[in-house]
Every structure is written in C-alpha cells, then in structure tokens.
C-alpha cells in the first residue's frame, strides 16, 4: 500500500510538489496548535490570561551622560597643546581617561597634528550600547572627531579608546 502511494506520488512531478506544499502546510498548522500559536497577533483585545503566557522583556536603554561627559572632557584637552604645555604634560593629562591601550597609542602622537580647536555645539551620541557608544564632538572649527567610548577597565567610569575625524556616515 506504501508502495503503491509512492509509486502514484513520483509518477508526476506537479503531483508530488502539491503533496509536498499540502503535507507541510498539513504540519505547519497541527505544530501551531500544538505549541499553543492561536494566530492572535497584537489586536488590542488580549486579557489576562494572554498576558501571562508570554513574558514581555523591555528593552534597556543605557543612560548616555557619563559617555559624551567622557569625550567632550576627552577632546576638550586632546584638541590642542594649553600654552606652556609640554607633549608630556598633555600625555599625562589624557592618560586618566583612556584606555591603557589607547593612552599608548597616544605616546606616538605627533601634537603639531591636533585640530587646535576646542569643542563647541552639542555633542551627538551617534552608537549607544550597554558597554561602549560613539560619539561625535563638533569643535569650534566647524569639524567634528567622533569619539569611541567604552565602560571602564576595572572602575565604572568611561573611558576613551579612539579618536578619528567624523567624516560623516
């Protein structure tokens, strides 16, 4: 009998591709019900007991302060060489508020490259998430660095870990 089924479905291609669809659809609508899948969507007419069988997570938006507090007080001393202030002195100034992997970096900065410029505007969170975000700080020049900032290695407090001219999206 088995065989006799297999033997009529495989005779015409068109036939088994509607057996095919048909079977799927067949489990598709019987794995629904069994799972509960009603097919109510979101219609505004659900009660209680809907409610509890299906756990609503809110999605956590991190606060953004301490991040762009952190690269405007970053850039504010990066920007430009204070006069009297020594390649050294800047260095030691930034160290603070990098990463220890950045503030490296920064040893091999050439100051004579800065912006020489200090911020100005508003600052505009350009990525947020739980532990890092970017920022893009405009300077007074009418240009803007954006400024990857990241949760703190070991402290909670933010901490720089790049610095690139914005040049847009």
Known sequence: ???????????????LVVVSLSAIILIFVIG????????????GNSSDDDMSQTAVTAAVVPASDGYVTTAVNFVRLWAELKPGETSADWLAALTPLATPDYATALETTDTSTLPGTQPEGEPVVRFLAQESSMIAVP???????????VAGEGTSEPMVSDVQPNTGD
């Open 32 to 43: 629904s019900a069994a799972v509960g899948n009603d097919g109510k969507t979101g219609s």
């Open 1 to 15: 009998m088995v065989a006799d089924f297999i033997t009529w479905l495989c005779k015409s291609p068109r036939r």
């Open 139 to 149: 300077l007074a020049d009418g240009s803007s660095v954006l400024v990857t900032v």
